[in-house]
T-cell receptor, first 111, second 113 residues
Framework: EAGVTQSPTHLIKTRGQQATLRCSPI?????VYWYQQALGLGLQFLLW???????NRGNFPPRFSGRQFPNYSSELNVNALELEDSALYLC??????????FGDGTRLSIL | DQQVKQNSPSLSVQEGRISILNCDYT??????FLWYKKYPAEGPTFLIS?????DKNEDGRFTVFLNKSAKHLSLHIVPSQPGDSAVYFC????????????FGTGTRLTVIP
C-alpha cells in the first residue's frame, strides 16, 4: 500500500512569491491534514480537509490556503511568501482516531 | 501557548540501556496521547499511543506511562538500539480528528553503540 506522498521534496522561493505544495493521501483516506514544522518548533496544525471541504484551520494567516480535489489529493498554497514561512510542511491522512500517517514533507526555503 | 512540552531537546544513551523521554501537558481535557518517531528527511511515524483510561501501554521494547495527576507522560525504550536514534514527538488530543493533535517540540535521541 502506497503511503502519503508529497511533492516537491524541496522548493526554493523568494519573498513575495507564491508556493504550491501537493499531497496524495493513502488510498481510501478522505481526510488530509497539513502541518508546519518550523525550526525549533513542534508540528503546528495548519489545515484539515475532508470530502473536499475545509473542516478546520489552525492559527495561520489567510495567505495559507488550500483545497482538496475529488480524488482526495490536496494542495497547500502559500501566498506572499515571507522569510518566516521557511519550514518543513507535512501532509498526513488518518487511519484510526488521531493516528495520522505522515508523508515525508516538502522543505520550503524562502530566500 | 505550548500545550504539550518536551523540555529536553536531546538525550544520549548507551546501547542496551534504557531511554526515557518525557512529555508534559497543560490541558486537562486531553484524553489520548501518542508518540511519533522521525528520522531525517522522512515524515514522523506512529510509535505507540495510550488512552487516558490507562496508565501504561506496552509494545515490545516501547512502553508509555501516563500520570494524569501530574499531567506527564513518558516513553521508555528498553533496550535502546542505535536504530532508535531519531527525533521523538509526543502528541495529545482532546477529541477526534488530527486537527486536535497538539505536538511537542521533539527530543532528539542518540543511542551510542
Amino acid at each position: 500500500e502506497a503511503g502519503v506522498t508529497q511533492s516537491p521534496t524541496h522548493l526554493i522561493k523568494t519573498r513575495g512569491q507564491q508556493a504550491t505544495l501537493r499531497c496524495s493521501p493513502i488510498s481510501g483516506h478522505t481526510s488530509v491534514y497539513w502541518y508546519q514544522q518550523a525550526l525549533g518548533l513542534g508540528l503546528q496544525f495548519l489545515l484539515w480537509y475532508d470530502e473536499g471541504e475545509e473542516r478546520n484551520r489552525g492559527n495561520f494567516p489567510p495567505r495559507f490556503s488550500g483545497r482538496q480535489f475529488p480524488n482526495y489529493s490536496s494542495e497547500l498554497n502559500v501566498n506572499a511568501l515571507e522569510l518566516e514561512d521557511s519550514a518543513l510542511y507535512l501532509c498526513a491522512s488518518s487511519q484510526i482516531r488521531d493516528r495520522v500517517t505522515f508523508g515525508d514533507g516538502t522543505r520550503l526555503s524562502i530566500l | 501557548d505550548q500545550q504539550v512540552k518536551q523540555n529536553s531537546p536531546s538525550l544520549s544513551v548507551q546501547e542496551g540501556r534504557i531511554s526515557i523521554l518525557n512529555c508534559d501537558y497543560t490541558n486537562s481535557m486531553f484524553d489520548y496521547f501518542l508518540w511519533y518517531k522521525k528520522y531525517p528527511a522522512e515524515g514522523p511515524t506512529f510509535l505507540i499511543s495510550i488512552s487516558s483510561i490507562k496508565d501504561k501501554n506496552e509494545d515490545g521494547r516501547f512502553t508509555v506511562f501516563l500520570n494524569k495527576s501530574a499531567k506527564h507522560l513518558s516513553l521508555h525504550i528498553v533496550p535502546s538500539q542505535p536504530g532508535d536514534s531519531a527525533v521523538y514527538f509526543c502528541a495529545a488530543s482532546a477529541g477526534t480528528g488530527a486537527n486536535n493533535l497538539f505536538f511537542g517540540t521533539g527530543t532528539r535521541l542518540t543511542v551510542i553503540p
